[in-house]
């Protein structure tokens, strides 16, 4: 659909709901829908941008388009676009707001907290605005202010799980053990089963050297959450100071991969306009078994960069572990009959989706013989040793998988700088 085809639709949609607002903005919700979930970003933020502008009082539109411009890269175009909405509707605190949250994103701190300060001011009820607050105080180093945001934050709104998460936190940067022990312990009161308040909770009880009770709430706020990669570093250091080290190891390679998972993401997103940012980005949603974004961002790989081997790979090894084995088979056939390493693991993980054990291993041992020396690429072979029961070799391949490049795209290593 090309963008002036879109623009028309808007003008005819406009006179069809016959300047009804409601119905109006119901179409133009309707429209992003359509255009996003068919990776027609751009056209889903024409939609978003127009309903902000019917509807400036109401939060919802903002989210939309700034879901998009995020996805776009045109962070910078957001901020002016807010300013712009900010100046036609000065009593209204989501343009403020929308646009600390773009400069955030710009890593702008200084801009974006006085965008958050100024929707603070212009809603003072408003929990997300102190806690948007708090994180860009955060970043600036003044922690002792952002515990007062999500202190505020949390009183405005006692269901804000994420502003007392935050508020432990911060309370453990300051060294106030005595403050982050409270508020832990009331956090634990309203929410029993929060993963990051248990790891706190574990962590505060290794400090304490009471490993007993340490262990039990890190392994519930595994439990809770499998991908905090906290709990599994404390895990891993509890684990080692009761002597059972194979098992703090297995744990360190756990949270080492979690954390590299969310440095890599921020990596790619940061430069989300490269052509190759959605590829290596399905990639790296597929690996962590992230599989609906898998395939949003292979779909936007191809529309940026067209078919592929590789690309159909993934989009296969995604489609086989959701059990989607007609649409993986045909995303391989294309390639029938190919030896590159991505392509064979893609047929390896769809040998076991059939419960073919003896085949899946035998494409595992082929597709190793020539693998890339990438990261994702081992883990998910490891994933799949794992899977058929070899944990030795999983093991093995997880070392291998530290020692490669984070991501490899057409020969050449994208090395995002060291990791702190």
């Known amino acids: 659909m090309s963008r002036r085809w879109f623009v028309t639709g808007l003008a005819a949609l406009a006179a069809c709901t016959g300047g009804d607002p409601e119905a109006r903005y119901a179409e133009l919700k309707r429209a992003f829908s359509d255009a996003y979930r068919e990776g027609r970003v751009a056209q889903a933020l024409q939609a978003a941008t127009e309903a ?50 773009h400069n955030f994103l710009l890593n702008r701190y200084d801009a974006a907290l006085e965008d958050f300060t100024r929707a603070a001011a212009l809603d003072p009820q408003n929990a997300e605005c102190d806690y948007r607050r708090g994180l860009v105080l955060e970043r600036l180093g003044r922690f002792e202010e952002a515990i007062e945001a999500f202190r505020r934050s949390w009183q405005h709104d006692p269901e804000k799980d994420s502003a007392v998460a935050h508020l432990v936190d911060a309370l453990r940067k300051v060294g106030d053990y005595e403050g982050m022990e409270r508020a832990v312990r009331d956090g634990l009161l309203r929410f029993p089963d929060h993963a990051q ?3 706190a909770a574990g962590q505060l009880a290794l400090r304490r050297q009471d490993y007993t009770e340490a262990e039990r ?23 080692a100071r009761t002597g059972r080290e194979d098992e703090a190891r297995d744990a360190l ?22 052509l190759n940012a959605p590829l290596l980005l399905g990639e790296l949603e597929l690996t962590e078994n992230r599989l609906d974004e898998a395939l949003r961002y292979f779909h936007r790989a191809e529309r940026a960069l067209g078919p592929s081997a590789r690309l159909a790979a993934g989009r296969a090894e995604t489609l086989f572990r959701q059990g989607r084995l007609e649409e993986a088979q045909a995303a391989l056939a294309p390639y029938a009959g190919a030896t590159d390493a991505r392509l064979l693991l ?41 899977a058929l029961g070899d944990p030795a070799r999983a093991r093995a391949l997880l070392q ?13 290593v994208i090395a995002p700088p060291p990791q702190p």
């Open 217 to 239: 709430d890190l392994r519930r706020a595994i439990e809770r959450d499998p991908r905090l990669a906290a709990a599994h570093h404390d895990l891993a250091k509890l684990l």
């Open 197 to 199: 308040l248990l790891q």
């Open 52 to 101: 902000v502008r019917l509807v400036p009082e109401r939060e919802e539109p903002y989210r939309l388009a700034s879901q998009a411009f995020a996805d776009l890269g045109r962070d910078e175009e957001a901020v002016e676009f807010y300013a712009a909405v900010a100046r036609r509707h000065g009593g209204v605190a989501w343009p403020w707001f929308f646009r600390g949250f």
């Open 346 to 386: 893609a047929h390896a993980t769809g040998a076991l989706a059939r419960g073919q054990h003896a085949e899946a291993a035998r494409q595992l041992e082929v597709a190793l013989q020539d693998a890339p020396e990438e990261r994702q690429f081992f883990r998910r072979a490891a994933d799949l040793a794992r």
């Open 253 to 274: 390679l756990v949270a080492k991969r979690l954390d590299d998972y969310e440095f890599l993401k921020k990596y790619l997103l940061d430069h989300r306009t490269s």
């Open 400 to 412: 291998r998988a530290q020692q490669a490049k984070p991501v490899v795209v057409e020969g050449e």
